[in-house]
């Protein structure tokens, strides 16, 4: 990667702290920049200062879920165009609809493998 090149930013949103740990070490190793934040309210309070390539979200988390952050991500025309990938538990057949009725890029099984991991986030980005 070029230094002229702009590292893509990437924010890693799980209320699971080791798992968010896991993801930035990961993704780091591939020369991206990673904005951590452990709860939907943190990475709304974040999205204001901050404009990430890509946001990592995960579904099921206490407080507002990540279905929730994304829905208040669209209707802000700031962030509407957001790239959002689920970090999710749930299999795909629950996810089909939420994924077109909500504009989300991808998601990614938990527990995920890392290679697959860095190529979806790359075919995204």
Do not use: H, W
């Not at 993704?27 to 204001?48: D, H, N, R, T, W």
């Not at 879920?65 to 994304?70: L, V």
């Not at 999710?88 to 099984?109: H, K, P, Q």
């Amino acid at each position: 990667m070029s230094e002229k090149m702009a590292k893509k930013k990437i924010m890693v949103v799980d209320d699971e702290e080791n798992l968010v740990e896991l993801v930035k070490a990961v993704l780091e190793q591939e020369g991206f920049e990673v904005i951590p934040a452990y709860s939907g309210m943190e990475c709304l309070a974040k999205l204001k200062k901050i404009k990430p390539d890509l946001v990592l979200l995960d579904m099921f988390m206490p407080g507002i879920s990540g279905r929730e952050t994304c829905g208040r991500i669209r209707r802000d025309p700031k962030t509407k165009d957001l790239k959002v990938i689920f970090l999710t538990v749930a299999a795909f057949r629950e996810m089909e609809g939420v994924l077109r009725e909500m504009n989300i890029s991808d998601y990614i099984r938990k527990p995920f493998d890392n290679a697959d991991l860095i190529r979806r986030v790359k075919k995204v980005l």
